[in-house]
């Protein structure tokens, strides 16, 4: 039996890609399925870049909001909840596109990879919580080797949850593929000085849309801590040391904008890694990859 289609967009972050799909979505009858660590959160929309309702051109969109801040989320769970949306998605006659910036939930979808089922350990992650990266890193080196040889040694919680997996497991197994979809990449390229001004004008335009009062209610109005909201990373952290009154609302803007650069460096390095990935320019291109794909 033929493997239903699929068709994956990717790119770093402010570079197009939920425009992009709600444009294939409409010209390809498709529905789209988030494929971003953060935007599984509810009460999270303007810092993680949510695609607004009214920006979604009635196409539906799935994987947005289902879980709750407080969860600890995994990639083993992405899986079955992205797996689940694609096969209703596929049952109704349409086409699925997964869009999104973080590479591992790609990965877990086109490649099919296993995951361990290794349920969280809050007391082992409270105390590595407090551990800087570096320190995190040498922990899980010395557990396993060979994870800490491909991992992203810069990533706390990735750090922090394979050294959960090889405390439970003894290491972190090797990754057994099951690639069920008959799938089609497409991957945005944007200059990098026009990405960095992208990414510099869509925080500006974040701030303005109450960034800050976004975080602050995550804490006072969804109850979750502020430990816990700094695991988020980028703008969450910064805006809490704003808030916490160490530093300027221009060090909030500097030291969000600079990390988000480089997480888009981050994000684009893990795509070009691909050879899979068809990198277009321009919206004209990837409907021509689609059209072609399709028939």
Request: hydrophobic fraction near 40%; charged fraction near 30%; aromatic fraction near 6%.
């Amino acid at each position: 039996m033929a493997k239903q289609k699929l068709v994956v967009i990717v790119g770093a972050t402010a570079s197009g890609k939920s425009d992009l799909a709600v444009l294939l979505a409409k010209k390809y009858n498709g529905e789209v399925v988030s494929a971003d660590s953060r935007q599984v959160y509810r009460h999270m929309d303007i810092g993680t870049g949510k695609v607004p309702l009214e920006e979604m051109g009635g196409i539906p969109h799935h994987l947005l909001d289902v879980a709750d801040p407080n969860e600890q989320y995994s990639v083993a769970q992405y899986q079955k909840d992205a797996r689940r949306a694609i096969a209703d998605i596929h049952a109704r006659g349409k086409l699925p596109i997964l869009v999104g910036g973080t590479g591992l939930y790609i990965q877990a979808i086109v490649d099919g990879i296993a995951l361990p089922d290794v349920a969280p350990n809050h007391i082992l992650r409270t105390q590595l919580q407090k551990l800087s990266v570096e320190k995190l890193f040498k922990q899980l080196e010395a557990l396993d080797p060979v994870r800490a040889a491909n991992i992203d040694a810069k990533n706390p919680r990735r750090l922090i949850r394979a050294i959960e997996i090889a405390e439970a497991l003894g290491n972190v197994p090797p990754a057994t593929t099951d690639e069920r979809y008959d799938t089609l990449l497409i991957g945005i390229r944007v200059e990098k000085e026009s990405l960095d001004q992208r990414i510099a004008r869509r925080f500006d335009a974040m701030l303005k849309k109450g960034l800050i009062k976004e975080i602050k209610n995550l804490n006072e109005v969804h109850g979750v801590s502020w430990e816990r909201i700094r695991t988020f990373g980028l703008e969450c952290t910064w805006v809490a040391d704003f808030l916490a009154g160490t530093i300027s609302k221009e060090v909030l803007r500097e030291g969000a904008v600079r990390d988000t650069i480089a997480y888009a460096k981050r994000q684009m390095t893990w795509f070009k890694r691909d050879s899979r990935v068809h990198w277009i320019s321009k919206p004209e291109e990837a409907e021509d990859l689609v059209q072609t794909f399709l028939t």
